[in-house]
Every structure is written in C-alpha cells, then in structure tokens.
C-alpha cells in the first residue's frame, strides 16, 4: 500500500524563514494574552510593533526575490503564514496590496483563495472602501453575539465572485464563523 508524498518544496530555507517569523509574532502575542498587568501588555505591543516592522521588511524583500511564496515553493501551511503575517502588516497597506497583486493569479493554483480573500477584504476596508468577499464580520448590537458582514460591494454578486475563486457562499461562511463562536458568545450569567 504506497502512502502519499508531501511534495517537496522549491525553496526550503525561505519556508523556514516564514516559519520562524510566524513563530516569533505567536511567542509575542501568547505572552500578551497572558500578560497580568497592563503596564506588561503594554510593553509587549510595543515589542509586537517592533517586530512587525521588522518582519514586514523580510517579507517584502521574500516577495522581491522570490514572489509571493506559494504552495509550490513553500508548502501551503507556510504560504498560509506569509498571507497571515502581512495581514498583520497592517500600517503598510502598500505592501500588502503588492502582496495581493503577486498572488492573485496563484489563487487556486497554490495560493490560499480563503487567505487572499481575508487579506484583500481588510486592505479593502481599511482604505474606507467595501470589502469584496464578505470575509471580515463584526458582532451584531452592543453584545457579542451573532456575527454579520462588515459593507459589502454590490452584495447581491458576492456568491458569485465567491465561486469565483473556490469560497462557499457567504450564508454558508456566516454560518460556519457563528456557530465557532457560539460558545464565546454566550455571556456567563451574574451571580447577585
């Protein structure tokens, strides 16, 4: 009985550098979490500011050398990190829209469609424009609770530009993203 191969990656070492970058920003951001005092936390966004900076740097110049790092020439897990690690890059919206530029002709064909769809609708949002995909949700009224689109373009066609690139409909999304949260959405009740 043959067991599939991982195929191997063209460019192993730049898999380890992304790797290692998404480690780093993980250490930084579980030590936020559980940072106790605010002075602590406050120090740690500081630090995770510094080393988006830093990181963002690395990955532009990876998308300069080698181009978006897709499945092919880092693995899909990696290239998922890449995508997720410059959506961090938040105060670079240039960089992130010559990310999206490099790997929108790979979606589908070894980049992530859910990643580049993440990634343009926050850039999208970000710049004051509608998202594209339906992929960035806010809690509905004061509580959270149910989780609804954020504005949409032309919202009537989002199911089709969804298929487009390989994404379920977006009624499909919404349910999958509202029932992963409903158990951190129910409010515990007060003990008086």
């Known amino acids: 009985?043959?067991?599939?191969?991982?195929p191997a990656v063209q460019?192993?070492?730049v898999q380890r550098l992304v790797d290692s970058l998404f480690t780093a920003q993980g250490q930084v951001q579980?030590?936020?979490t559980a940072a106790s005092?605010?002075?602590?936390?406050?120090?740690?966004?500081?630090?995770y500011q510094a080393l988006l900076q830093r990181h963002q740097a690395v990955l532009e110049g990876m998308l300069k050398e080698v181009g978006f790092p897709d499945e092919t020439k880092v693995g899909s897990a990696s290239s998922l990190r890449y995508t997720l690690m410059v959506a961090q890059c938040k105060q670079q919206p240039k960089f992130q829209e010559r990310v999206l530029h490099r790997m929108k002709p790979l979606v589908g064909k070894g980049a992530d469609p859910s990643a580049y769809a993440i990634l343009l609708d926050q850039v999208?949002?970000?710049a004051g424009r509608a998202q594209v995909y339906g992929t960035q949700l806010v809690y509905?009224?004061?509580?959270?609770?149910r989780q609804v689109r954020k504005p949409l373009v032309e919202p009537a066609k989002v199911d089709?530009?969804?298929m487009a690139i390989g994404l379920p409909?977006?009624?499909d999304y919404l349910a999958t993203q509202n029932k992963g949260h409903q158990p951190s959405n129910k409010q515990p009740k007060r003990v008086k």
């Not at 009985?1 to 991982?6: G, V």
């Not at 005092?37 to 630090?47: E, Y």
């Open 160 to 162: 089709e530009r969804r």
């Open 30 to 32: 579980q030590a936020i």
């Open 140 to 145: 509905e009224g004061n509580e959270m609770g």
């Open 11 to 13: 460019l192993p070492k």
């Open 169 to 171: 409909p977006l009624m």
């Open 124 to 126: 999208e949002l970000a």
């Open 1 to 6: 009985m043959a067991q599939a191969q991982t």
């Open 37 to 47: 005092a605010d002075s602590s936390r406050q120090q740690l966004h500081i630090t």
